[in-house]
């Protein structure tokens, strides 16, 4: 089945357009996509040492840590998959975690020398526009003749308002460079004679996936399956045809990511501190709001941020603002009649959209008593247990990109000279019907049609243009920690426990510390998921007594009545943590929390810029 390049006669130029490597057209299209990129994140550049997301600042946090994480993996040549500079002494899974090893593990040279911040920056910019130049590749070479209409595809594929939501503290879903690749790859599956070399590819571009981000790219292969099965249904015949080639060319690909990704995938699922689940599938009911779809989203021109008051605040995979829907709606409705890829485009938007909707209908942030397709699903069902209802919905998106690629497209070829000519099926993908001559004659009510429909696209799609992500100030670590005033605190095997201890609610600035340090020294807690007693997934470490104490007084402000068996709670844990040094930096809670650590383990010493406490008199 080859529902993307099989095509039948279609109207075209009388003569093909020369092959320029590369095109002039395509080095301004990736220019402008670099250019978008660092705006996004032109907020970050301002002050990258100094800024995290304001949206998601631990997030931001927990990925310059899994930057550091690749380059002190490939420094000391220790096994990526399985960390213990994080959660001392349990470790982390981190295949079981977002850990984009993928990236980090290659980008570990620059990262050495740039550092986790600045190579953040870097690549959350990069990643965006290079996944708006493999979209426009795909495009240009396999869906549209228009360079034009694969510009404005491929940017909204890269730049997409879900995407840019995610921008904010999290690359790993803005790395999608390699989805349009593997995409266009299925689809050309079928080839006659090509059956090995294509199943090669697929199986290369899904195993790197897999250490890039699992689940977008579980969605593309649920994508992949409704366009196949869509296809199917609308040619049997030609899809029977081809079915035999497109199953030995999926086993091969299969064969080959299986191959390189079994034992990760094993490590994944029954490695040390892998877990089953997520405890009381905390995901299943973030499903689309019905009004998130006409809603112009926050990071945009046109977005406003109180509207997420209204809505209430969950993740804007949706956000097309009301005239982009209006939009695709209308090319629907006049393009589904002649093309194949429409339709099936079509049955994407339907198919996903209303899985997107979760197990209760809301609107306007008000669950309904409507139940959504999730509320008929077992909790515990394989891959269902793990999954967000709402980011369905980038698949929505994808498949919008595509239609105003087609959209435009079409409406480039309003107004030009007729001659039907067959192109080469490698060569074009829309799969249109038959056309008469005299459709596309050039006509000047034609060429008004083609003003007022790149028009609308515009108007649909400039207000979803996306402005700079905004960025807080973060305090920078103590220059007892950079200078590493901590080494002789810190033998081989033991640990630095820094106040308050990070997790994925407290200690932002103190998951730093070994993140800007290259992880030289492991710390307790940290920002992950890992399995709680029931084997069940939960975010960050167990909560030990001493840490409990030390949030509790976080957040009161006052340090309670201690005891001793505090007192020997607070040795037995740092016993637990194998530490031998505690270290408190300026905090806005600094003064109670020192005479909290003060009333457990004696009184502090001054060291640089920071309280320190030797316990390894205390704790052998």
Known sequence: MNPVTDADPVEAEPSRRPRRRPARADLLALGAYVVLGVLVCLNYWEDVQGTVSSHLPTDHSWFEWLFAHGAYSVQHLENPLFTTRQNAPDGVNMMANTSLLGMTLPLAPLTMLLGPQVMYALYLGGALAATAATSYWVLSRYLVRSRAAAFVGGGFLGFAPGIVHH??????????????????????????????????????????????????????????????????????????????????????????????????????FNGPQSYRGLQGGVFHNWGEDLAAFVTFPRDSW??????????????????????????????????????????ILAVLVVVFTVGSLGPRIRLNGVETEV??????????????????????????AGAVGVLLALAWDRLARLGRPAATVRVPAQRTAEADETMPASATAGSGRRRWLRFVGYAAIAAAVLPLLPRPLPAQPVDPPPHFITAGGWRPYVPDGRTLVPVPIPSNVHGLPTLRWSALTGQEFPVPGGYFIGPNEKGEGVFGAPNRPTSTLIYSTMDTGTVPALTDENRR????????????????????????????????????????????????????
Do not use: K
Request: hydrophobic letters at 55%; proline letters at 6%; glycine letters at 8%.
């Open 167 to 268: 921008a904010n503290g999290q690359p790993n879903f803005v790395s999608n460079f390699l989805l349009p690749l593997i995409v266009a790859r299925v689809l050309r599956l079928s080839e006659p004679g090509r059956w090995r070399r294509n199943g090669l590819v697929l199986g290369l571009l899904v195993a790197y996936q897999i250490f890039i981000n699992e689940e977008m790219l579980l969605l593309t292969a649920l994508a992949c399956l409704i366009v196949v099965l869509a296809y199917a249904v609308q040619r049997p015949r030609d899809a029977w045809a081809r079915a035999g080639t497109f199953a030995a060319a999926l086993g091969v690909g299969g064969g080959v990511a299986l191959l390189l990704t079994a034992y990760p995938i094993w490590f994944q």
């Open 302 to 343: 046109a977005g406003d941020p109180a509207v997420e008051q209204t809505i209430g605040l969950t993740e804007q995979n949706t956000w097309f603002g009301w005239p982009l829907v209006l939009v695709a709606l209308v090319a629907l409705v006049l393009l589904v009649r002649r093309s194949l890829a429409a339709r």
């Open 371 to 396: 139940n959504g397709p999730w509320h008929y699903l077992r909790d515990d069902l394989p891959l269902v247990e793990m999954m967000m209802p709402t980011r369905l919905t980038l698949v929505v």
């Open 569 to 620: 709670q607070a040795v037995e844990d740092l016993r637990w943590w194998r530490a031998s040094v505690v270290v408190l930096g300026a905090h806005p809670r600094e003064t109670v929390l020192r005479e909290l650590m003060t009333g457990l383990l004696g009184a502090p010493q001054r060291v640089d810029d920071v309280w320190v406490w030797d316990v390894r008199p205390l704790v052998g």
